[in-house]
């Protein structure tokens, strides 16, 4: 369990990706901060827009792998990221389009996939 603002709470990648009907506002950076923090430091804000980070491998095979298993993570979710995929080289990006922003769902998505 982690703990955010003396409230316990259950890790990010042991929750699930609740969908987003679009009548919610995009998170701010107060809100934005205690969730980006539990995720692997190489995780990026981006414009407080969107999340994004590049995973690196040794060849373009084990990359495709990757994105190949990542994306079953976000067909499992029904929440999908955004993958740039290149020789060794993976960047994902996330945040929620219906609300051209982030929320809470981001997060989860963004650590399911670290623990690929």
């Known amino acids: 369990m982690t703990h955010t603002f003396g409230v316990e709470s259950m890790s990010l990648e042991k929750k699930k ?3 987003c009907n679009g009548e919610v506002p995009a998170m701010n950076l107060r809100q934005i901060r205690p969730l980006l923090v ?12 969107h999340i994004e980070r590049e995973f690196l491998f040794e060849d373009f095979a084990t990359a495709l792998e990757f994105v190949n298993s990542a994306g079953e993570i976000c067909e499992q979710e029904n929440h999908h990221a955004d993958f740039q995929l290149s020789w060794g080289k993976v960047k994902v990006s996330i ?13 989860i998505l963004a650590a399911k996939i670290d623990n690929i």
């Not at 945040?95 to 997060?107: C, M, P, Q, S, V």
């Open 17 to 19: 990706c609740l969908p």
């Open 38 to 49: 539990q995720l692997n430091e190489h995780w990026k804000l981006i414009e407080e827009h």
């Open 95 to 107: 945040w929620t389009h219906k609300i051209d922003g982030l929320a809470e769902a981001d997060f």
